[in-house]
């Protein structure tokens, strides 16, 4: 066998990452091999094939991996968040725009050489829309996905612009060429919101504030919520997010009816937030300290999607409402994290 075929997960080291190694693993045999800046937690590296420390703006590296592995699904997992994006602009399209450019073409170019379509798993976010005014937002529900795409962040624009660039490849790629070069990569693409996860808590985001809130209060500590009590924007639990992927990736081509797709699973304001901290966790300070800028992108985000496609497409059906993602994961997850 020239090549081993494998997965390939960009990213793997990040929130999502964490998750989805460990359901891949258990979902089935297909070696993985990860790609990130960072290193892989040892837990998470023993589930691997290999991982490689680099980065996706290396073409030399991704073509060394091209050469030893065959590769017929990626996930495109690598990312800057939209705080940190906000502060680095220009890095944040090198390595949300060029980065997934790289791995497009790298999809390509695999499913040139081996003949089968790539799929490639692509996160978006609900930074790709831009709410036109908190009275609009509070007024126009749940959006669907041509709503409202006018994003207002770095990363909000990098991920629109990426949507568009990983349907041009499924659908159009050389579409001047003498022969078809389209239908080498298998586009799909989930728009997320904001995630929680018991195991990790996240870093550069603006819907960090949550999991912030929660993570702090499971350790008794105060926290101070950069946003306004009646802040809102939907999120869902880490495993509904990974389990999500893997649903979507495992869907027949030709049930799709689209690219791009939001998902779901609540949207509480901040206020109803902390108010299930302090029931579950304790009450311990949550005091409202709110940075007027981040609070401007978060109410450019919608307050909750519509996210019907995905259930009529694929049949998107998320486990944890929000009772039940405090009481059976959040709760106990987070205390054996720091018990
Ligand atoms: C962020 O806050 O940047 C991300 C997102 C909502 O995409 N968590």
Redesign the pocket.
Known sequence: MLRKPVVLITGASGEIGHGLITRLREAGDTPIVTLDLNPLPADLNRLVQRHVNGSILDPQLLDRVAAEYEIDRVFHLA?L?????EFVPVTAHRVNVEGTLNLLEFAQRQGESHGKPVLFLY?????AYGMPSLAVKNEAGAVREDDYNHPT?M??CN?LYCEHLGAYYAGHYKQLSSEPAHGKVDFRCIR????ISADTV?S?????FAPEMIHAAAQGKPYACFVRPDAR?PFMTMPDSVEALLQLAATPRAKLTRYVYNIQAFSPSADEFRALVHKHFGDSPITTQVDLRRQG?VDS?PASVDDSAARADWGFAPRYDLDRAFADYLVPGIQQRYR
């Open positions: 990312a968040l939209s705080t940190r994006s996160p978006s976010s609900i930074a962040t990363y909000g991920k997320f919101p904001g995630l996240p550069g985001g603006t819907s960090d924007i992108i985000w």
